[in-house]
């Protein structure tokens, strides 16, 4: 047993001890090698590390520390002579002032929820969640997209009643939308993911649940069967489980293992991230970071395609043991045998890959950029969705073609739907609601897109999802800025 007051000793990056639930460890040599960089550890020195931890990682990542550097348990009566870890940001919508945030009956479009957000989150996490890549452009499109495609209503049609529910991979759904996955939820809200569960299954919508969660697969599984009994099963929710490729074999059959163990539905494998894109924001945060902790020799981040050069959730740095930039179509054999279920593909971006994913024997796709947050200047998935339309149109019917990216209103759902897909995935509005009102906000969140879907549906006339159709929407501006191949020949092999 440590006392406290040896712990606090060890502060400086010639020795640095930190106490993560009254384990002491020595991380003076994983300093360099922390993903997250030192300056965040060296604010902990000789301090209580574990309300942070919490916040960006879940209790199994400890394991990957190196056994020796383990050192003891922390003497409970000592605890007040450690450290208080150096300017921590204690900003989170645990301790946030309420008084800051508008009544949740205020937020009435799903962008109402940004503004509360802010307010209440550190500013380390809202650079993690406002942040895309580059000078932005890509985020922009996915917004400024859905804006250049119209209805063509049709008036005088009894819609009296509507009917919203829609399948997903088998499974049904209250509402043709659901929540995209997002890692690291434990620093948008003290509840983390699980909040985000309690909300999504009130609501009888799915979710997709990140591999960078802070909660552990199983803990966030456990919280969708806890919600679902409170609700005597009556929500047809489900998780599903997004799959970032871990490089090393074992341990990336083992993630798959635990998932289908845990109860997951199916697998959406994250495709878009070979390498992580350049958060510009971020990146900015980590240098501010690193200065104000006096580490001037921060080692740059490491070169794109470099084997391990990949954050999963945050800001450029490398990261032991995640995907690797030499993943290819090839790899899809072995997941699907080791999996056994549903494999959707997100981050498909144009209509070459859609159709080699049927030929690799998926069931869906996933229309994504990450939310602008990956490649510079690229498509938004309303653009691919046309593309493949265009040019492999067999894909509908053999897929199940999700969309996300830029979604702010329900009646944007119901343009993807009339263009074919199956739903549309909902991040950065969901994250913001989380943020703000806790699984509340994920409600009333839900609630807003519902009700603008509804009133789209009946001033488009339609009373059922199976009605929406092409011809009921006037993609025209936006196929004009289609990509065309350069001569025939090129598209005879699309
Ligand atoms: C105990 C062993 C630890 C391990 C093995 C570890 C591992 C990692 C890894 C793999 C990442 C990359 C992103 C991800 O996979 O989520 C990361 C990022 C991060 N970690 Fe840790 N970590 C540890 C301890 C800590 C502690 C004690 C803190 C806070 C006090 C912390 C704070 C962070 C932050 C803030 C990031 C994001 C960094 C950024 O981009 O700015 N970590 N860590
Ligand atoms: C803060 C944040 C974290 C994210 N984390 C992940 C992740 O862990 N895995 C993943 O496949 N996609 C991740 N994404 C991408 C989302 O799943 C989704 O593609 C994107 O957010 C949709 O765009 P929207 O935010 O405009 O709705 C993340 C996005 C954000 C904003």
């Known amino acids: 047993m440590l006392d ?34 030192a ?50 940001e204690s900003k989170s919508s645990a301790s946030a002032d309420l008084n800051k945030i508008p009544h949740i009956s205020l937020c009435v479009s799903a962008t109402d929820f940004e503004a509360p957000a802010k307010a209440v989150l550190s500013h380390k996490a809202w650079v993690y969640a406002s942040s895309s890549a580059n000078t932005g452009l890509s985020l922009r499109k996915n917004i400024d997209d859905w804006s250049l495609i119209n209805f063509r209503p049709r008036v005088l049609r009894n819609v009296g009643d509507v009917d919203m529910r829609m399948s997903i991979l088998g499974h049904l759904s209250e509402l043709p939308f659901y929540l995209s996955p997002m890692g690291t939820m434990g620093m948008i809200h003290s509840g983390a993911e699980p909040e985000m569960v309690k909300g999504a299954v009130r609501k009888g919508i799915h979710m997709v ?33 997004q799959y970032y490729i871990p490089v090393n074999r074992e341990r990336a059959i083992a993630l798959l293992k635990k998932a289908k163990a845990a109860g997951y539905k199916g697998i959406w494998i994250t495709v878009d991230t070979p390498v992580l894109g350049k958060r510009t924001a971020d990146r900015q945060l980590q240098a501010e970071e690193a200065l104000s902790v006096g580490l001037l020799d921060v080692p740059p981040a490491r070169e794109p395609g470099e084997e391990n050069a990949f954050a999963p959730a945050f800001g450029g740095r490398a990261v032991p043991g995640q995907l690797s930039p030499h993943t290819t179509w090839g790899d899809l054999k072995w997941i ?48 691919t969705l046309l593309e493949i339309r265009t040019y492999c149109p067999e894909v509908f019917g053999e897929l199940e073609i999700f969309l996300d990216g830029g979604v702010r209103d329900g009646a944007d759902v119901l343009k993807a739907l009339c263009l074919g897909a199956t739903a549309v995935g909902v991040g950065r509005p969901y994250l913001y609601a989380l943020a703000a009102y806790g699984a509340q906000g994920i409600g009333r969140c839900t609630d807003i897109l519902a ?9 488009l006339g339609i009373t059922s999802l199976d009605q929406a159709r092409p011809d009921m929407v006037n993609a025209s501006r936006l196929i004009n800025e289609m990509w065309r191949p350069e001569s025939p020949a090129v598209r005879s092999h699309l």
């Open 4 to 37: 406290g007051a040896e712990v606090a000793k060890h502060n400086s990056k010639s020795s640095c001890w930190i106490v993560l639930d009254s384990q002491v460890y020595d991380i003076t040599s994983f300093l360099a090698e922390h993903p997250g960089g």
């Open 39 to 88: 300056a965040i550890l060296l604010k902990h020195g000789g301090a209580d590390a574990t309300t942070e931890f919490n916040k960006y990682h879940s209790p199994d990542y400890v394991n990957d520390l190196p056994k020796r550097s383990h050192l003891g348990i922390i003497n409970p009566a000592t605890l007040g002579q450690l450290n208080a870890p150096k300017s921590a």
């Open 209 to 241: 649940v990140s591999t960078a969660s802070s909660k552990t697969t199983e803990q966030i599984m456990e919280s969708c069967i806890e919600e679902q009994k409170w609700l005597n099963n009556a929500s047809p929710t489900c998780l599903f489980f």
């Open 336 to 383: 699907r045998e080791e999996w056994g279920g549903p494999i959707v593909l997100k981050g498909i971006q144009c209509a070459e890959d859609a159709k080699l994913a049927l030929e690799s024997g998926c069931q869906g796709i996933l229309l994504s950029n990450h939310g602008g947050r990956q490649i510079h200047s690229a498509p938004s998935a309303l653009m």
């Open 451 to 459: 009700e603008e879907l509804a009133t789209a549906m009946r001033l």
